[in-house]
């Protein structure tokens, strides 16, 4: 079975700084992928950025990029420019290729964002 | 309308009542699932449907009963439940069905807070 976790219970932030969050996985497949998805207070959760395990390139979507460590099994968010809207609970995720929409999720990270 | 409808928002009950919660997609999806959200912890995937058919039960007690009647619409009837299933439920859709799912977006729903007496 897979495990995902996330060590930071809360990240607070600045206006327009940079934050990152952690996460790190524990699988012993080689195909998977790799989500952060975010949950605002309105608590509709939405994905925010996907990472496939056999790219070597890191996914990167607008103020939002990954690093992917595949040995180090970590995959780390970074939101740049942070903006207040981004205040919310992000939860890292894995799934192994191929799979019927089964997500492993992490605990979350709550971030929040202050002017 | 958005997406993924759920009702009701908000459901308090007692151990002994039998309610259930409704989940609606209007984005022409194949496969619907529920999730438990608890404090702190990871959410929990709990039924997978695909084509109106269960593929996936993860050792969910029996006081929890999906249906799933066509591919818009899902529930979760609840009866003699217990206070420590109070939780968050959300509801989620995709649309791979009968491929090797390849994308991993979920479309969620807002949830169902859930208090069990």
């Known amino acids: 079975a897979q495990t995902v976790t996330q060590s930071q219970p809360e990240m607070s932030v600045q206006e327009a700084e940079t934050v990152t969050l952690s996460c790190t996985y524990d699988t012993s497949e080689n195909n998977y992928y790799l989500f952060w998805y975010k949950q605002p207070p309105s608590r509709q959760m939405i994905l925010v950025i996907r990472q496939e395990a056999y790219k070597q390139q890191n996914a990167t979507e607008n103020r939002f990029s990954v690093n992917f460590q595949k040995a180090a099994k970590s995959f780390s968010l970074k939101i740049s420019d942070s903006q207040l809207g981004d205040t919310a609970m992000y939860f890292c995720?894995?799934?192994?290729?191929?799979?019927?929409?089964?997500?492993?999720f992490g605990a979350g990270t709550q971030v929040v964002v202050t002017p | 309308e958005t997406g993924v409808t759920q009702t009701p928002r908000h459901l308090v009950m007692g151990m002994t009542n039998k309610k259930s919660l409704k989940c609606e997609q209007h984005?022409?999806?194949?496969?619907m699932y529920w999730y438990k959200q608890s404090a702190k912890k990871p959410l929990e995937l709990m039924f997978v449907y695909n084509f109106k058919e269960q593929t996936e039960n993860n050792s969910v007690p029996s006081r929890f009963s999906p249906e799933c009647p066509n591919s818009s619409h899902l529930f979760l009837h609840l009866h003699t439940l217990q206070p420590e299933d109070s939780a968050l439920y959300l509801c989620?859709?995709?649309?791979?069905?009968?491929?090797?799912?390849?994308?991993?977006?979920?479309?969620f729903g807002e949830g169902s807070r859930l208090t069990v007496l």
């Open positions: 995720a894995f799934m192994k290729h191929p799979s019927w929409g089964k997500l492993q």
């Open positions: 989620a859709s995709s649309p791979e069905t009968g491929l090797p799912f390849v994308t991993g977006e979920l479309f």
């Open positions: 984005l022409g999806h194949n496969a």
